[in-house]
């Protein structure tokens, strides 16, 4: 049937017992096992690709925000793809991502971003790599206590209550950070609520200003002795960092495990006294930028770093975003004006992956998704260069 013959929009509640069947295949789990999920994520942002014999694939949009060049962007999460076991191999999801593509740039919205159960689909519409999340695996006994000129800062239990406190902090810490999220509640509840039928605990740190760090993390119970997730962890403060070092060391009773989200720059990491424990890379997570001019635009710049790029697109999935632009920054913001001679040629991945900052022009030639001469090239990399793009959570 051709794509065109098929219809695409908002899923309607009728719906929820064939989607809970077609994600509950899909994700290895049961259909009633993927009710709480819908309607934790809400029906409105659910949408479906049908044909004459009903919903043939599905997915989740989550509306949020991402940190490029300290600023905001809005961008839209894409979660939950699935197709129909019997529609699986016929080109479902790829008609299925490009129609929400459509829709995300009619929003105005700068990108898309996700973690790929199959990062080829992803890439046919224009995603690419664009940050990295990695997990650490630790013994209790590897948290280091510190020893402090005062005593610790004072720990509690977190409450409901105390979530604004918690997430205007986070909001503080995220903006100095490459790729960071800009939560919504979808998020938030996956951080902070019980899932998969473990609850999640909250320690908050407070000193004389107020609230300087929390820790989020669930156990999960083993045979003998149980595992700790580490869901969130965010400080304002030295003192704060090492504070959430000594709360996960505080667990090693009944604990063999603790997975902590990390990165190799993360403060959390280097506040280790000896941070040479192994993190590995959990996995990266993609980008494609849905309206080029909101996403060049709306990014931060370094404050000192000046010039035109005159860049070529070629985007066959949204076209009316593909030729000549000329990018100039100055003063830490950039403008985006159609024209030029295009001397950096990109295609919808490589923009991606150039303009979050992952990876550099150069590199991107020699993965084949881009061209130009070197003087372009670098001052290409230098106008997105930066810390490499992560994040701690999943999504």
């Not at 019980?194 to 320690?203: D, K, Q, Y």
């Not at 709360?247 to 990491?269: F, Q, R, S």
């Not at 295609?347 to 084949?368: E, N």
Request: hydrophobic share 40%; proline share 7%; with cysteine.
């Amino acid at each position: 049937m051709p794509a065109d013959d098929l219809d695409y929009g908002a899923a309607h509640e009728a719906e929820r017992e064939v989607l809970s069947e077609i994600m509950g295949h899909a994700f290895a789990t049961t259909p009633a096992g993927m009710v709480g999920w819908l309607e934790r994520l809400g029906y409105d942002q659910l949408r479906v690709l049908r044909g004459p014999d009903g919903v043939r694939a599905c997915l989740g949009l989550v509306p949020m925000g991402q940190i490029f060049g300290g600023r905001s962007l809005p961008i839209v999460g894409i979660v939950g793809v699935a197709v129909r076991s019997d529609w699986m191999r016929r080109g479902m999801a790829t008609a299925l991502m490009g129609r929400a593509l459509h829709e995300i740039r009619a929003g105005g919205v700068a990108a898309s971003s996700l973690y790929a159960s199959t990062a080829s689909l992803y890439r046919r519409v224009g995603y690419e790599c664009a940050g990295s999340r990695h997990l650490a695996e630790l013994l209790p006994l590897l948290a280091p206590s510190f020893r402090e000129p005062t005593p610790p800062l004072r720990a509690r239990q977190a409450t409901p209550d105390d979530l604004p406190a918690v997430q205007a902090l986070y909001r503080s810490v995220a903006g100095h950070h490459e790729g960071f999220l800009d939560r919504g509640p979808y998020v938030w509840a996956r951080l902070c609520d019980e899932r998969f039928g473990v609850r999640a605990h909250g320690l908050l740190f407070d000193d004389d200003d107020g609230l300087a760090g929390y820790l989020y993390y669930r156990k999960h119970p083993g045979a003998d002795r149980h595992r700790v997730e580490v869901t969130d962890a965010c400080a304002r403060s030295p003192r704060a960092w090492r504070r959430i070092w000594i709360a996960l060391g505080d667990l090693g009773t009944m604990v063999d495990c603790i997975e902590l989200p990390t990165a190799p720059h993360d403060p959390l990491y280097l506040h280790h006294p000896d941070p040479r424990f192994a993190v590995r890379l959990q996995e990266n997570w993609l980008m494609r930028v849905t309206d080029v001019v909101a996403m060049l635009e709306g990014r931060g710049y370094a404050p000192g770093v000046a010039g035109r790029v005159e860049l070529r697109l070629e985007d066959p999935v949204l076209p009316e975003q593909a030729g000549a632009w000329q990018l100039e920054v100055e003063g830490g913001r950039g403008r985006l004006v159609r024209g030029g001679a295009g001397r950096l040629q990109l295609d919808a991945r490589g923009l991606a992956a150039w303009c979050s900052g992952f990876v550099s022009p150069h590199a991107l030639v020699q993965l084949g998704l881009g061209q130009g001469p070197p003087p372009v090239l670098e001052l290409a990399g230098a106008i997105m260069a930066g810390p490499q793009p992560w994040m701690r959570e999943m999504f």
